[in-house]
């Protein structure tokens, strides 16, 4: 099976099909798209381990970070109210981490959306050539049963009527022969029955899985975009128990986001290596050539341009997400100990009737009555 027409596999996925693998024994794996070996699976399985072991090693990190910080600073002279120096250089970095966050948040809405895209193309392609398949078995079936009404009436009749004429019953058995050869040879026509893969039914799983992909990674952004918006306004009314909430949703986030980065690595590198060379894969499950090429290339096109583009920038997104996670978890503590003292009423507005000077106004205009 040639290419099909309007593909052509992008730098991308020449890329990382160049990527070496291992399985866990450490042994090299061949890069060919083989998902029923265990091997592959195994290497697949060690890609996002690694978003695992960079999740261990980051919350080390913050760890020794926040326990240096808390055990081995020096104590703070008594009565000191200016702030300890280097203060506003951690705020501001803890705010330029969110904002980079910010800008991951957009990377991973439109990641979001060209892998969408890419898997809907891929499901009406399905859908489409389903479609296909099932009106061809749908003319196979009235022409052979035509051709079977035809050989047990209208030439058993014929026969008979020429029974005097040998050489034209001879003629017509014949055609009966050939008729029959031909409803044989139409029946073999559909060579995808014994295909194991139906695309209705591929299409369906892809699609369900697709929705609940986009729900979860949609709902995933809004809440790191929520937990950026509110710890920049904990910051800047120095409200510390918004802080405190927000440096422990922001620990979960940071713990999705490295999750998330090692499904979208493995995914990434199981369809670039069926989008190298898919026909392989494919002619292993049919043994024969579909013919399907305007279907199938719009499948690939789906999967291994849109899809996969949509990929890495979700796993762009979720780098730029633990990054600027773990600085923030790193320089909110110390952003929080320069706030002001709670006990301070210096903010108040005066018509508070829970400040104390308006209080104290109200006792002394009730003793003068």
């Not at 109210?81 to 981490?97: D, F, R």
């Not at 910010?102 to 009406?124: A, H, M, P």
């Not at 409803?183 to 799983?205: C, D, R």
């Not at 110390?334 to 104290?360: C, G, H, I, M, V």
Request: net charge negative; proline share 6%; hydrophobic share 45%.
């Amino acid at each position: 099976m040639g290419a099909p027409p309007g593909y052509q596999p992008s730098a991308w996925v020449h890329l990382l099909h160049q990527l070496p693998r291992a399985d866990f024994q450490l042994r090299p794996v061949p890069s060919g798209f083989a998902p029923q070996e265990q091997q592959y699976q195994q290497a697949l399985m060690l890609v996002a381990a690694l978003a695992g072991l960079g999740l261990g090693l980051s919350l080390i990190f913050i760890a020794v970070y926040l326990i240096r910080f808390c055990c081995c600073r020096p104590p703070e002279p008594p009565g000191a109210k200016s702030p300890p120096p280097g203060g506003g250089c951690v705020t501001w970095s803890c705010i330029a981490a969110l904002l980079v966050g910010c800008v991951g948040i957009g990377i991973g809405f439109y990641g979001n959306s060209e892998t969408s895209d890419g898997v809907s193309q891929l499901s009406s392609a399905l859908l489409h050539a389903n479609h296909t398949l099932s009106t061809i078995d749908h003319l196979v079936l009235e022409t052979v049963e035509g051709l079977g009404r035809a050989v047990r009436t209208e030439l058993t009749t014929l026969e008979e009527v020429l029974a005097q004429r040998t050489e034209l019953v001879a003629a017509a058995r014949g055609a009966r022969r050939q008729a029959e050869a031909v409803a044989q040879q139409l029946q073999g026509l559909a060579f995808w029955q014994g295909v194991p893969l139906n695309p209705l039914q591929v299409a369906e799983e892809v699609s369900f899985v697709e929705e609940y992909r986009w729900l979860a990674y949609v709902l995933l952004l809004l809440l790191e975009l929520l937990i950026c918006l509110f710890t920049l306004l904990g910051l800047a009314k120095q409200s510390k128990w918004l802080v405190v909430v927000m440096t422990a949703m922001s620990l979960l986030v940071l713990v999705l986001s490295w999750g998330s980065m090692g499904l979208e690595a493995a995914t990434a590198v199981g369809v670039s290596d069926f989008c190298s060379n898919p026909d392989t894969y494919v002619l292993n499950l049919t043994q024969e050539e579909t013919g399907l090429s305007s279907d199938y290339g719009m499948a690939l096109r789906g999967l291994c341009e849109d899809a996969l583009e949509g990929l890495l920038f979700l796993l762009l997104f979720s780098l730029l997400s633990a990054g600027a996670l773990a600085t923030a978890l790193c320089s909110l503590p110390r952003a929080w100990a320069l706030f002001a003292p709670s006990d301070d009423y210096d903010d108040t507005e005066d018509d508070d009737p829970f400040n104390p000077q308006e209080s104290k106004r109200f006792v002394q205009w009730q003793s003068s009555i």
